[in-house]
């Protein structure tokens, strides 16, 4: 379905870093177990576009909080605290979409930097390889991420209740291994639900 291009930041982040990589991400996100997360793609702002994502516990982990429109050109993924992780943002170029994600608060309209990946659609006329797949079964709201030599990331599916009911399409179940950044997984997530106008 897409196809996630790393880039490096100043001297901080190698090019071929992985989502299991601790040099590429702030250590409190860094999981040491299986993670298990329940993604619900709507905003808790009435009015707002977004999603949110809930441990086991049933506590707010990750949000985005969309005031403006569906389909924003630049969305922001935050922590419960409101703390910004990264910023996404959309960019068109020839009737293309791709999307940027920049790690923190490191976007500033006056400094040049660098986003720390790039997703492009499945078209790969740039003639990169990906360091990362995102895949998608058509029609369905079920989700893998996979790093370059195809081993699962990430795994997201419609969520079912115990008794095997489905929630709704707009409830996922996130699965994360360990190791993984779980902020750029929810990055991630975040841009599959803005290619699929969830958001």
Known sequence: MANVYPFSLSSNIDSSSSLFSSS???NNYISSKRETLTVWMKSLVVQGNGC???NDKGEIVYRVDNYDKKNNDEVYLMDLQGKVLFTILRKKMWGFCRWEGYRSNSLDSNVDDKP???VNKSCNFL????CYRLESS???SALRILDNHGRLV????VKESSSGVVLGDDI??????IGVDQSLVMALVTVYGLMRHKM
Do not use: Q
């Not at 003639?127 to 990906?130: D, H, L, P, Q, V």
């Not at 990430?154 to 599916?157: D, G, I, L, S, T």
């Open 116 to 118: 720390l990946f790039r």
């Open 172 to 177: 996922l179940n996130l699965v994360m291994e």
């Open 138 to 140: 058509a029609g369905k």
């Open 52 to 54: 949110t994502a809930y």
């Open 24 to 26: 590429s991400s702030n």
């Open 127 to 130: 003639g990169k390889e990906s």
């Open 154 to 157: 990430a795994e997201a599916k």
